[in-house]
């Protein structure tokens, strides 16, 4: 009986409801892009955050409050104090951090919808305003602001391109789920040199305090991983379709505004896939989407990037071109032939950044495109050999501004094939295991790796790859 009184009770009771605006943010500081969002008139709010100008007047001071909610500068909530209550208002600088009492209330100005008036006005930090590296009412450049790794993002501008980032982040998730694929974490460390080039970090050997001799931490020599692929293999025959999200590190003693020493890869690999073309189809699917998602909900990201000559060239060529031409190896060879820069191109060479940038630019007139069946030797063992005994099916998608954005392949899943090549190289021994997957049997698979530094720049125009991580690391520079 008693648990027939306490259902009824429960389904007919009618508890009174909170407010939307305090059931919505009672478990985190309030925003200024919540109270514009909320417009929570005449209530008293709390609001942290920094300074951007202050300007006095007669009777009340006017606070620009900034704390990072919005995009646009301008539409940073202006705080009216009047002096009488306020006797610490001189004390306040450019830049310092504030924790404010007060009320929303419409305002007369033509150009604002609303006001803050401040009740209490508690300094939380001061800032060093003669020697803080952003100035008011000054226009950084992505040049100056990576000066200061540390504090860009206290910068506009930064935070509209990490808002770009974060979005094509989610995106990415977004378009894998809606299509069933499974997340993978595959491992930072491994002993396998995925791609065949050498530029990794070995894990350093430490002294044993007993033997005074250097002695590995692992039972063989160990390296920071350059591409999960080799493990999101395993992950593809057991699941059909996944993907991974992680940083990679490559060694690259290079300088070059495209090349980082840690960097966020997006490895896909699908099961079932037995021709080039479908991998491609999918690739250019994937972009499509998350190009376009990221592009709708991120307008006004853009146009901060626009107001400071940031132009996404080549984004609608992402959205709206209706296919991306395919040449093949030999093709591109013979076109580099014909020119007058690369008649001497010699068979079997690998393609250089200035290779690719005559041939996306000069012969396919600024148009991304796909390379696809490279010789063999110029490419890693696990990529599927082609009929001809001579190329693999594989991909390198070359896009404006940029080269190289990605590369992918068919796989070898033929056991005899496969392990041929391995005992060639002499490697069958270290990747047993991965020898297992076709001997126990494995099904064909193929995948791609898309960097996301690279990619957020193909999507928003900026050519400097370290404007676009938050602490970029490279080669000779490590800083925070």
């Known amino acids: 009986m008693l648990h027939c009184f306490l259902f009824r009770h429960l389904r007919y ?3 009174k ?8 943010h009672s478990l985190y500081p309030l925003t200024i892009r ?14 942290i955050g920094y300074l951007l100008n202050i300007r006095k007047q007669k009777t009340h001071y006017f606070l620009d409050l900034f704390d990072g909610s919005l995009t646009n500068n301008r539409k940073h909530l202006q705080v009216v104090a009047p002096l009488n209550f306020h ?13 404010i009492q007060g009320k929303l209330i419409p305002s007369d100005h033509p150009k604002q919808e609303y006001e803050f008036i401040a009740e209490q006005i508690n300094l939380i930090n001061s800032c060093d305003a003669s020697n803080y590296p952003f100035k008011p009412k000054s226009n950084e450049t992505l040049v100056t602001l990576r000066q200061d790794e540390h504090l860009r993002l206290r910068s506009t501008l930064s935070q509209a391109i990490f808002r770009l980032r974060s979005q094509l982040m989610y995106s990415i998730h977004e378009y894998f789920q809606e299509q069933n694929f499974i997340q993978i974490q595959t491992p930072c460390l491994t002993r396998n040199d995925c791609e065949g080039g050498g530029e990794t970090f070995r894990i350093q050997p430490y002294r044993s305090r007993v033997t005074e001799k250097e002695k590995e931490y692992f039972n063989t020599q160990v390296y920071l991983t350059v591409s999960g692929q080799l493990h999101l293999e395993t992950a593809a025959n057991g699941f059909g ?3 991974t999200l992680n940083p990679t590190f490559r060694a690259d003693k ?7 020493a840690e960097f966020w890869m997006l490895e896909v690999e699908v099961a079932g896939l037995t021709q080039l073309d479908k991998l491609l189809d999918i690739y250019v699917h994937l972009l499509r989407t998350v190009a376009g998602q990221v592009h709708k909900k991120c307008s006004e990201e853009y146009k901060h990037l626009l107001k400071h000559n940031i132009q996404p060239k080549y984004l609608e060529q992402l959205l709206n071109q209706t296919d991306f031409p395919r040449i093949t190896y030999q093709q591109a060879t013979e076109y580099l032939r014909k020119s007058a820069d690369f008649h001497q191109f010699s068979d079997n060479d690998d393609f250089t950044r200035a290779h690719e940038h005559y041939l996306c630019h000069t012969v396919m007139n600024n148009q991304a495109f796909f390379i696809v069946n490279y010789p063999k030797k110029l490419k890693p063992f696990y990529m599927l050999v082609n009929d001809d005994e001579s ?6 998608f070359i896009f404006p501004s940029i080269g190289e954005l990605s590369g992918g392949s068919l796989r070898e899943y033929r056991y005899e094939q496969f392990k041929l090549c391995l005992d060639e190289l002499d490697i069958t021994r270290d990747l047993q295991w991965y020898l297992d997957l076709r001997r126990f049997g494995g099904l064909p698979t193929g995948g791609f790796g898309l960097g996301i530094e690279r990619f957020l720049m193909a999507l928003t125009g900026i050519d400097n ?3 676009v991580i938050l602490f970029p690391r490279y080669y000779q520079h490590c800083d925070a």
């Open 13 to 15: 009771s009618t508890p």
């Open 17 to 24: 409801p909170l407010s939307s605006f305090r059931r919505t």
């Open 34 to 47: 919540e109270i514009f969002e909320q417009k929570p008139l005449n209530q008293s709010v709390n609001l």
């Open 87 to 99: 006797p610490n208002l001189p004390r306040l600088t450019y830049g310092c951090s504030v924790n």
């Open 241 to 243: 379709r996944v993907y």
């Open 254 to 260: 290079n300088f070059s505004r495209f090349h980082l």
């Open 391 to 396: 190329t693999v099916a594989n991909f390198d």
């Open 465 to 467: 790859v370290r404007d």
